[in-house]
């Protein structure tokens, strides 16, 4: 069975996401670093948790997959933590190993998340959202962006 649109255009995002950051990460490793590439991909990725948490995660949750969305939920608080942290060293601009360390535990993290999220959470995209949310959530992904400010539900943790 083909994969919902949304779930289509979410899972190109996780590649999307990990190609811009395997990319710096390997330029910063044979000596270069541009801080613009990896700060486009962060917002990509602080954008594409936006539109799950607000878009696709509530009623996949209200329809019964409350321990998934738990846990897809406190990760998406580990990989914030972690933006926190390259966001820091970014501005910081001198320890360019520990970018490249940090980057490369974000691509370990994202890993993690992205291989349960893909085959738990995102075959429902298209069963248990209503059709309104669907159309929204394309056309976030396509344009929108997360409101100034806005953090995830558990960045703290
Ligand atoms: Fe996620
Ligand atoms: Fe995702």
């Given at each position: 069975m083909p994969d919902p649109a949304d779930a289509t255009a979410l899972k190109r995002e996780h590649h999307e996401i990990d190609c811009a950051i395997e990319v710096f990460v390997e330029a910063v490793e044979l000596g270069?670093?541009?801080?613009e590439a990896l700060t486009a991909a962060l917002d990509t990725l602080r954008r594409h948790i936006y539109v799950e948490e607000v878009f696709l995660f509530p009623p996949i949750r209200q329809a019964g997959m409350v321990m998934p969305i738990l846990v897809m939920l406190r990760e998406h608080g580990e990989l914030w933590h972690t933006m926190d942290t390259l966001k820091d060293l970014l501005a910081d601009g001198e320890d360019l190993r520990r970018l490249a360390k940090t980057c490369r535990q974000l691509l370990a993290q994202l890993d993690r998340h992205n291989s349960k999220e893909e085959p738990v959470?995102?075959?429902h995209a298209d069963v248990d959202l209503p059709p309104q949310t669907t159309t929204e959530l394309a056309r976030f992904i396509e344009s929108g962006r997360a409101p100034d400010g806005w953090v995830c539900q558990h960045a703290s943790g």
């Open positions: 270069y670093a541009q801080p959470v995102y075959p």
